[in-house]
């Protein structure tokens, strides 16, 4: 067990509320007064979710875009947010990271509500907090509640921000659409509010479609089996798209595409990607081209 | 301008909702459904806000006090809070942080959401943020409502919790009242639930009694004398209680006392004793012993 993990698992007894849905969700999801507010928050640090090369306006877009990504996921309309922020000692960058926030939350109509500043003692790595806020008018879909029977629907291609990645590491300077992916990832609010509805389950993909998708199966209980690895025209380019590029793509973090569960029976009221399916029992399986395939070592980004 | 300041300037750009009270006050108010939430978020660093030496159970009940503290300046009802967790690579550690956090929440009925547990790189200062909601169900104190005329008031002495902490930095091992003020501050929930439908202002003290009274009395455009500066009685045991330690409580953070201004006319609904009085102007004036004393230096803990 990681030391995350243990963490968790003594965290959990702190969180005897309904509401925290035993820290095992995207997000909480607290009735107060006539409103359902779903609270979500999420931490960045240099090094560890983001090169310390990147571009500090991209940084602050990412922090937003996260969070929002799991409002999406609950088809919540952002409300507010609070910002914990630790000044990084240069004043230009820590202009450059607000701008970038300011853009994402302009964009998805969130405003900031407060917050903490701090300064770090030298030689700390920058880190950087986002607690979001925001409001369900309906049903809010939680990981444990896909069906047997159930197609799995992607609201998007994956791998995109993994490759993105790959190509910064080895040129800092590189850019294009997958660098684009990585570094301003798009929130899928609009899809998630039309979902909420329809789905029996919904989770954004964080960490990756393979160890994603074994946590909704593992929430609800079922055996899932990826059937499709949807990639974008432009990381078919790069990677050619074979056996190796998809299971890459599966394996990839940060896409913050929707991943949503419903009968096979429906038709998705966004624009969805079918990527597999759920059966009673428990596992994950990977086919390509109709065969399953090993699964990799590392499933996807695991914390800690 | 400090960095702090300059950044605090680009953040209301950002925070142009009515709920966040301009970035200016102890917490935002947003008013969702019926209810009126009220927000807030500290975030504590090692060798910043605590002794790198204080034990982790003692900083864990302490992120959890100064967040209550700010619900209380607002009168507000602790509902839930989410965790932005560091894990510090002790698991020893991580564990006994999360027993005192759990001790003030347990304490003060208020249950943890959820939040983000990451690591950080090695050499990393240790930080933690809370963010802590809470429910108002009448008006809300703000700092800008104290009236000319207006009685200044602290719910107890100021003082001890900077004692305690000069007490530790020359002896680790000290203990006693004075520490225990520093290590375990008590937020006045239930003195700020009665006290907000009574008062025009209020605010905990977390800085210290000059310069908190002095932001009190500045959001009011008005000048305020601080006429009495109360010391428990450990504190005056061991400082003496003469001018230089009136002046050194005064200025001394991390009381978490309230700071409420109210009519000279009414009775406060609470213990409290007067300190001060608002008058038309601007500017702060210390009093001790009946006569004006010469303003330290610094007023108190200045962030950044």
Redesign the interface.
Known sequence: MS??S???T??R?????P??RG?QDD??V?D????R?I???????????HLASDPPADIGWKLAAVNLSDLAAKGARP??C??????S?D?AW??AF?EG??EA?GRHAM???????????Q???R?Y?L?A?G?ASGPVPARSGAQAGDRLYLTGPVGDAGAGLDLLRSNPAASGPLVEAYRRPRPRLAEGALLADHVHSMMDVSDGLLIDAMRMAQASGLSVTIDHVPLSPALELVSGGGTAAQIAAARAGDDYELLFAMPSSAKPPVKAIPVGSFSPGSGLTLMIDGASVPLPDRLGWE??
Chains 1, 2 share one sequence.
């Open positions: 030391a995350e243990r963490f968790l003594l965290l007894l702190l969180a005897n509320d509401a925290a820290l997000a909480a607290l107060v007064g006539g409103s507010l609270l979500t928050s999420d931490t960045m640090v240099e090094g560890v979710h409300v507010g609070l910002l914990n922020y630790a000044l000692g004043d820590d202009a607000l926030l300011g939350l405003t900031l509500l407060g917050g903490d500043t701090v300064k770090m003692p030689g700390s790595a880190s907090s607690t806020i409001e914390h800690g």
